[in-house]
């Protein structure tokens, strides 16, 4: 079945940045893209981008452009999300999340998730 | 950017009772509209896809209908397996989601 692990829990100061790793399994992880969406506590969900792992094409939220890079390593199968510049904004769940499918419309909506990865911003 | 809207933000109801959310998009999506559930601690699970298509496994009391911009998530009887917090999501430019209903016994 898919599965979607991330890596842990992180603590981070402000200004520095942060890498969430998501390693794929149980499907071909070049068929589906991959987005990455996070949650601050108590708050709703927030859509940050998305990337194609086939050729590490991607498409980032106006609000992150800049400041996110979103990378993968085909031969590990594991997505990666770079967020820079934290502030205790930033402190959030961050999860990936794969499409349902490849064309319309499995390909529109977040079928499989991660388990989350807490980044906590902090001095 | 697309911006959705959700109403209401929070929903008092009991077991047994039929439960509408609206969801409305700043501009014509189509029926590029989803639902997620989300309870405390988990992640997101998707319900319903293209705006009224229910995702396998889910039960058929949630119901999705609407497109362009009015759209409308409806559980014919609440359970109490259905005390959660629910989300609209587009996808026609880029992905964005709602704010959130959260509903409470």
């Known amino acids: 079945q898919v599965q979607l692990v991330q890596s842990g829990a992180e603590v981070k100061k402000p200004g520095a940045s942060v890498k969430v790793s998501c390693k794929a399994s149980g499907y071909s992880f070049t068929s589906h893209d991959i987005n990455w969406v996070r949650q601050a506590t108590g708050q709703g969900l927030e859509w940050m981008g998305w990337?194609?792992?086939?050729?590490?094409?991607?498409g980032y939220a106006q609000k992150f452009r800049g400041r996110v890079t979103m990378t993968r390593d085909t031969s590990i199968s594991t997505a990666y999300m770079e967020l820079s510049r934290l502030t205790s904004d930033d402190t959030a769940v961050y999860y990936c999340?794969?499409?349902?499918?490849?064309?319309?419309?499995?390909?529109?909506?977040?079928?499989?998730w991660g388990q989350g990865s807490l980044v906590t911003v902090s001095s | 950017d697309i911006q959705m809207t959700q109403a209401p933000s929070s929903l008092s109801a009991s077991v047994g009772d039929r439960v509408t959310i609206t969801c409305r998009a700043s501009q014509p999506i189509s029926t590029y509209l989803n639902w997620y559930q989300q309870k405390p601690g988990k992640a997101p699970n998707l319900l319903i896809y293209?705006?009224?298509s229910l995702q396998s496994g889910v039960p058929s009391r949630f119901s999705g209908s609407g497109s362009e911009t009015d759209f409308t998530l409806t559980i014919s009887s609440l359970q109490p397996d259905d005390f959660a917090t629910y989300y609209c999501?587009?996808?026609?430019?880029?992905?964005?989601f709602g704010q959130g209903t959260k509903l409470e016994i």
């Open positions: 990337m194609n792992p086939t050729i590490g094409n991607t």
């Open positions: 999340t794969r499409v349902g499918g490849s064309s319309w419309p499995s390909a529109e909506y977040l079928q499989h």
């Open positions: 293209a705006a009224s």
């Open positions: 999501q587009q996808s026609y430019n880029s992905r964005t």
